[in-house]
């Protein structure tokens, strides 16, 4: 199967698959709709689509990261396109991880499950009480103790722990290390691990989900894990979170801009079929049109900077690429919400139901100015970066 | 009691009752919160607080529309505010409407109950068939029949439908009348009239809620009520909801005003107890102070907007404000969003959370700029009314 | 004359007298158009209407802050309109200034015959060195020797120099002081004091300007002025530029209205009379009304907002009103830009041109947003103030 | 010389003879700057880098659009950039018309001297009295008379009218044709030929400029000229100037980008250079962070958007592109403003002045928004093209 019949196969089972089961399946528990995800990820495997961004080695698609970033645009149209697909975050960065950095014990035991769909993980970074913006303030620990490590710390916004098997987590390994770049690791912490302390799932943006669609708070009291459980090495934290991030936004990145095309392609339908008077359409009002044409503007604006940021990290590695990855971090997160609040306004009370899918992004999609470093973040950083050659 | 004794034992009310509520209250089913808020309305009842925006003869405190605009200020800062003292739409509106033009057996069945807070009502005007833009194009007819009215049509967003005990509804009742503006009529439909059809509550920003706090779709098949159920009189339809609209707006506005003042005072608090590195407060980052002045700006600037509009429906009447009153409707709505976006994203991840309320304004607010004429409407509105002055 | 009658005769003349006379007076030199201004002058002493803001005693109108403030708006329809009045910068500050803390002797050399028209003034602060955000930063010193002061320094932006009388100067009196506020004071520099050099006047926006119409850049070299000279006493300079500021700020705010609602009359009229296809006006754009309807808005807050702020002074002083202050600040100087900006798009190709005003209200009232404390500058302060409260 | 060695050598001429050359050259009228002009045309001649757009059969250096366009944002550093190698509007576009469509004669009497740099040429299409979005409205006409054309119309900004020695004006040849974009030929109208008025250098942005830098308004009384004055064909005068726009349009946007990245350059190193007050700099402000940052994602994303419009224009020509076109025209006009804004503000009131470049840009290129089509025009063209897919 050559990229293209990929893309229009991928792109035809999202149509008829899951575009054709809104809005049920968006007002549905997980528990719920679980059976029928599991039935739709067999299709994807029986059609030969299954894990496009792994390497054929692992079983997978092999796709490169810029035609992983068009496959996941594709997949971005419903949320669970991914899922069916069993790229979805935040597992597919936790196969990735394991794939690099993973010992042969360890993807026997953690990666090869979850790549056959027959397991989930999570990934345990960000804390409630230390500023996101700033990893050398983290408060958690893994201190060895014999050939253990002994993890203690408070974590929330571990997207789908529940229900998972093992969190990859974020530890303060090295807490006076000299380099606090150096004090982290990344730890494998399987979550019948006792001391796991499943606090609650917090309720975001009205509901508290479940199973893959949460988002918990989590403790580590006194968690024993063997020190064989640490990725790449110890100290290695920052260095797999940076490998992780930039292929990582190209793909965050191009599922917004998916979520983009399928708002403005919304936007557009409305338009021509919503009779405002006699014989008069919404897509007859120039605000409308304006809306419109500035939605496409943003969003090929958009996918050129990802695609050109995709294409350096390929030829100059992803540490050489940061000013481009924070670009598309907040130029991506700043679009996506105004194309997404233009859809609801074209379609006035409708919008605001979930009838319609809108609602839905309208509410999971705020984040995406906030998670990964918030775009404040991301734009004194990069600023900081081209003042840096102004400087004498 | 004098005004400021009543804000300030209002305000005192909301604190103390309402806000240490949060957030328990936000994330409950109707059916379990509604024992408590019963309990609170007792207790504005008992300190004499109740019907805040009622005449004093019929038990309410009679305050002007100004003073009662500051109330609802305050009243905002909890989604349960305007409900605790019966001042919530859509009974509010009801209630003016009966008062101003019911006879008085409409009176004694629906309003006297619903000043007692014994019962709930609703009001049925929006269509999903036909664009809220333009009033003459509703499709819901009631057709004179002996008696009584018979009454088939479709409507949706009718808050608060579920558990009401009847609809005020606008209905076409003279078709073909030659003043567009005289075809339809205001008329009350007690909900257990047969043929009345409650389809669902519609799911909206991801819930479907329930009570007091659910936005039904129903339909009218072939209902019968007397003709004396019509308010004012027949044909009369439109110009009862003008009477509305005004004041209406103002306390509306000054709701969101409320809003925007809550979601403020979070920001401000969250910007100078968050710690983003040594010493280095979010109250320091100048990007925070920036959205803290502009907020403060637009605030007081929209407060005055509304302050001024109110004045002038006293003096000049609705009819004659019209301008003002759409400029507050599509000003506010728009600084109302973009502050409480503002204060989303100082709180960050926390933002997202139903830990604190920012998240339920997010969701709930985003139809300001949809509802009573969408934002893009009045400004057309008021567009031409300032252009017809030029034109020769 | 009451009031309204002063109003009333004030708009006919900017209407009759000063807005017949462009665009011709737009692109004049100084010297060519004095003598028209100067005749100009002489109707409006013949017409009683002379120095509007001045207080009777000193042979003016005697309005208060308020009234002069709505003065300020009619005026600023055109350009010179202050100018033919005799309240124009920075002239008006200086005579209120000199009112306030004026000897007599001073008052008869400097104050009368600038209220007669004689001569004229300028205010020498902003320095090309030092960033004005930050007084005590300044460079200019005058020290005191013997019965003098010796001043030297370098200014720039001191309006209206070429060819005043004299300049009041803010100049650092006390280098070593305590109080960095009490280190500077404001000291009459007549022009034709030995060791005043006029370096330039600087071109601004494409234009060196001449007369009243300039901005210069100057040097003090060993300047000697008696110690007599000075404003108030030495090291008031703060207080007394805090004095002006707050009525300035009022007037300024006033001033920039009326350009706001001079571009919108100009943008409708334009909008009603220029066809794009047969019989459709860009009137009948949406866009357009979109422009209209939210400039009206705008400027109707911001004229709320400097009248609130007015208030404020009047009944707390301007000390207690800061916060006010500097909303009007950045909020008016926000909406002028945007709505002089939508008026030029109105007026396509000739929007750019002389033709008519627009271009002139763009290119020299772009220095809104810096003068008197940039809004950036503004903004931090504001939200420090407001945060003060929130901190522990 | 390959393309890598152009660039430079051309970077460096602009940097090295012009840019030194500011503010002097910013503040001189025409002809005082002429004779300096020459003499770097002269220089840039002997360089061998004269006429870069030019193919080389016709003496210039054969560049492909896509290297012009690169050429033209590094020429942009400097308003005489593109003149002093022969590339400037709208002698380049005539030069393009010329060899494109010209007859042998056409070409030596009008475009070999172009080429030489020994006339200059102008172009007039735009009316005062119809709208420039509806190119069917024209009024002026060239009515065949024997072998004449008898020319009679009204043009405003011809560019460079004044002191060029012949014009190509846009004429409606057909004017009942039925076909409305076959009604208008372009036409070649040497300025000396009888009946052409110029009636003056219209005052843009405060200034009339002359010579080149000058943009009239001129009348057509009866000119006559021969028929075989024509290009291209009778009526073939709105395909003639498609063929123009198209790209046309890509060297402008990247003359915007060169204006933006000289704009953020200047920015830059003001921030680094600025003290704020004690070891702190403009560059450690937050929003001047913001500003460059964002800044810098736009101009990004603006040049890769024009670079992709290229692209397309070359493999699937102009008349294809038009949508990608209508993009590029909105959005980088919409950047320029923004980005340019941005670095007048971090200058404070040295942005106000002539004394560096931004200034001037701020003035100039607010008609970006404005020529070629308003973007509200290009907006809605847009909006309709892409609605039209959706039109059942």
Not at 57 to 77: D, M, P, Q, R
Not at 112 to 135: K, V, W
Not at 233 to 257: E, N, S, T, V
Not at 327 to 348: N, P, T
């Amino acid at each position: 199967m050559n990229f293209e019949t990929i893309k229009s196969n991928i792109k035809a089972f999202v149509e008829k698959e899951l575009i054709t089961l809104e809005p049920w399946i968006l007002n549905a528990e997980w528990e719920e709709k679980l059976p029928k995800l599991n039935e739709l990820r067999e299709k994807t495997k029986a059609q030969g689509l299954w894990l496009p961004q792994i390497p054929k080695e692992y079983g997978g698609l092999g796709l490169t990261n810029a035609e992983h970033g068009e496959v996941s645009e594709i997949l971005a149209a419903n949320p669970y396109g991914h899922y069916c697909f069993n790229c979805q975050a935040p597992d597919a960065g936790n196969m990735e991880i394991l794939i690099e950095f993973g010992t042969d014990a360890q993807k026997e035991q953690y990666l090869y499950p979850l790549l056959r769909g027959e397991i989930r993980s999570c990934f345990a970074m960000t804390e409630p009480d230390h500023a996101g913006s700033n990893p050398v303030k983290m408060g958690s620990v893994a201190l060895k103790d014999g050939d253990n490590y002994v993890i203690n710390g408070h974590k929330w916004f571990t997207s789908a722990c529940d229900g998972a098997s093992f969190a990859i987590a974020m530890l303060v390994t090295d807490p006076e290390g000299d380099n606090p770049h150096e004090r982290a690791s990344q730890i494998i912490v399987p979550l019948d691990t006792e001391g796991f302390e499943f606090v609650r799932n917090v309720s975001i943006m009205g509901h508290t989900g479940g199973g893959w669609e949460s988002h918990a708070e989590i403790k580590f009291n006194d968690c024993k894990v063997p020190l064989t459980n640490v990725l790449g090495k110890d100290g290695a934290g920052f260095a797999i979170a940076q490998a992780r991030l930039g292929p990582g936004r190209i793909h965050h990145c191009m599922r917004w801009i998916g979520i983009c095309e399928r708002s403005l392609d919304l936007m557009c339908k409305r338009a021509v079929s919503r009779e405002i008077a006699e014989g008069e359409y919404l897509s007859d009002k120039q605000t409308i049109q304006n809306w419109i044409s500035e939605s496409r503007a943003e969003i090929n604006a958009a996918r050129l900077l990802v695609q050109d940021a995709a294409h350096k990290i390929d030829i100059q590695g992803a540490k050489n690429t940061r000013a481009e990855i924070s670009i598309i971090k907040f130029f991506c997160a700043d679009i996506l919400q105004k194309v997404v609040d233009r859809a609801i306004q074209v379609h006035g009370a409708l919008g605001m139901t979930d009838d319609i899918i809108l609602s839905y992004f309208y509410r999971h999609e705020r984040a995406a100015r906030i998670y990964d470093g918030a775009d404040e973040v991301h734009k004194s950083r990069l600023a900081r970066a081209i003042l840096k050659k102004y400087k004498v």
